[in-house]
């Protein structure tokens, strides 16, 4: 993060506390496969130095390697962490902005601390959230806990999908991790959807080359 990059308590409300303040980022909203995943971190004060000089900033300014060499020291360092998913029936049933939502609450709701705010990455307020919250528009690269969490959420994911790999073999889920690369998609018309495959997204994007019956 660059000395401008303003800092999280830039966004708390009267009575904040860093230990007390959750960082909340998502990844995969825009995958063609697999769940989108949350996760949320309450970081001590005394860490935020540190981490920034690690290098903790937004996961998709960094690489895999540093993500993965970032990801235990988050772990050792924050008083709380948490994950949460949305399933891939339920961004088919309810859309990916729902779903996204609905993941954001569930690792919430997994953190074993008080909470009095969380900061969340984006423009939009998480509906039916008990807690207060602030938005942060690119906040995986103003606030170091949502920078965090983005991390944390990133490499839950990749590991996730890398053990789906070995079920789904020939879609290379292991090397774009579900996103839509042409190898992607060209595995998708050779091969067909698999049942962790998002039809609303395929439809979308494939519909067009009608090569294949997709479902």
């Known amino acids: 993060m660059s000395p401008k990059t303003r800092l999280d308590s830039d966004f708390f409300g009267p009575g904040d506390r860093w230990q007390t ?16 995943v949350t996760a949320a971190v309450i970081l001590p004060e005394t860490a935020i130095a540190p981490l920034q000089q690690a290098g903790v900033t937004d996961s998709k300014r960094l690489s895999q390697r540093q993500r993965q060499q970032l990801y235990p020291l988050i772990c050792e360092v924050a008083l709380a962490t948490a994950w949460g998913l949305a399933s891939v029936a339920e961004i088919e049933r309810w859309n990916i902005l729902q779903a996204t939502f609905l993941a954001m609450r569930r690792a ?16 939009q307020q998480v509906p039916q959230l008990t807690y207060p919250q602030t938005t942060v528009i690119q906040g995986d690269r103003h606030c170091i806990t949502i920078a ?41 018309l050779q091969l067909g959807p698999t049942s962790l495959h998002r039809a609303r997204f395929l439809r979308s994007l494939l519909q067009a080359s009608q090569q294949i019956d997709l479902f």
Do not use: M
């Not at 303040?21 to 063609?32: N, P, S």
């Not at 919430?108 to 984006?122: H, N, Q, T, Y």
């Open 108 to 123: 919430i709701a997994k953190l074993d601390r008080p909470i009095s705010r969380c900061l969340i990455d984006g423009n």
């Open 148 to 188: 965090a969490a983005s991390i944390l959420a990133k490499v839950w994911r990749d590991r996730l999908i890398e053990r789906l790999d070995e079920r789904y073999p020939g879609y290379a889920l292991g090397r774009h991790k579900g996103y839509g690369t042409a190898q992607h998609r060209q595995a998708i």
């Open 21 to 36: 303040v959750a960082g909340v980022d998502e990844v995969g909203r825009g995958c063609l496969f697999g769940p989108v």
